[in-house]
């Protein structure tokens, strides 16, 4: 048996263990996760809120308690969460909110929310009715900023060849003269 085929054969055994683990490490993490939605389901509660700011911050920027903090995996405390402020009856709270309707939460509106702890789940209503949805210009793609870029140089290049021409013709016609 060759060098080649037996490197190979290492490579591939490798390999399969590494996704093995990962098989049974994934199966463990969702049965997690199933675990804690569940907690989390049943410990929600609506309530009604007034939203001062929101942001995306990271987790030691966020001014959640100390003990979320220390709870939080090493990984993600470098990412970026939904930080929301919020004014709670009498208290100003920092709430995290799901992704998914963070970009739906007014500011400076009342709200019902669905909140289990610390974490708003869901927006029931919104005091005064829904708001306009912010419809802000989205940066364009590469591709639109490039086409428009070479359209935007190619116009200017027709006009100074036009410039350019015109020019050459006046010299011509005084030089006729």
């Not at 049943?42 to 939203?51: D, E, H």
Request: no cysteine; charged share 30%.
């Amino acid at each position: 048996m060759s060098t080649f085929l037996k490197v190979l054969l290492i490579i591939l055994i490798i390999l399969v263990i590494a996704l093995v683990v990962l098989y049974f490490v994934g199966r463990r993490m969702q049965k997690k996760q199933v675990a804690q939605q569940e907690q989390m389901e049943a410990a929600k509660q609506t309530v009604s809120m007034l939203i001062i700011d929101k942001k995306m911050l990271p987790v030691k920027q966020s001014g959640l308690p100390q003990m979320v903090i220390d709870q939080t995996p090493r990984l993600m405390r470098r990412s970026k969460l939904p930080i929301v402020k919020a004014k709670v009856g009498p208290r100003v709270m920092t709430l995290v909110a799901d992704s998914k309707i963070f970009d739906d939460i007014p500011v400076k509106r009342e709200i019902k929310a669905v909140v289990s702890g610390i974490y708003i789940m869901e927006i029931k209503s919104v005091r005064g009715g829904a708001p306009a949805k912010n419809v802000e210009k989205k940066k364009p793609k590469l591709r639109q900023r490039l086409t428009s870029f070479v359209s935007r140089k190619q116009k200017e290049l027709d006009e100074e060849e036009k410039q350019y021409k015109n020019e050459k013709q006046t010299k011509k016609s005084k030089k006729s003269r």
